[in-house]
């Protein structure tokens, strides 16, 4: 059984900065690639970024490029999101997740989730 705990989510103001950890349990950690993903209320959850299972890849929705950044240490069983120049339209809760499948943006290719960690940016 994989488990994954989120931390790190908190209230900020616009421009500012947050770090998200996903700590996971299990062995094969280092066997997958890890996704983070947001769901805002009302709205669905949307991909926003992912990590190759080496952290040699990664991938960024465009509302976060250049802004977020996703990376891994897998000494620690831990991914990470970086998350600078923070936009009220951010506000979301953000889940990490365990990729499955192929196709990194889409959250059906991932098995295993977290229960998410509330992010809110005031304006």
């Known amino acids: 059984q994989v488990q994954l705990v989120e931390s790190g989510g908190g209230l900020v103001q616009a421009g500012g900065s947050l770090r998200l950890s996903c700590a996971a349990s299990?062995?094969?950690?280092?066997?997958?690639?890890m996704g983070w993903f947001r769901q805002a209320p009302g709205k669905e959850r949307e991909f926003v970024a992912a990590?190759?299972?080496?952290?040699?890849?990664?991938y960024y929705a465009d509302s976060v490029k250049g802004r977020f950044t996703i990376s891994r240490d897998n000494t620690k069983n831990t991914v990470y999101l970086q998350m600078n120049s923070l936009k009220p339209e951010d506000t979301a809760v953000y889940y990490c997740a365990r990729g499955s499948g192929t196709l990194y943006y889409s959250s059906r290719n991932y098995d295993y989730w977290g229960q998410g960690t509330q992010v809110t940016v005031s304006s």
């Open positions: 990590v190759s299972w080496s952290g040699g890849n990664t």
């Open positions: 299990g062995r094969t950690f280092s066997q997958y690639f």
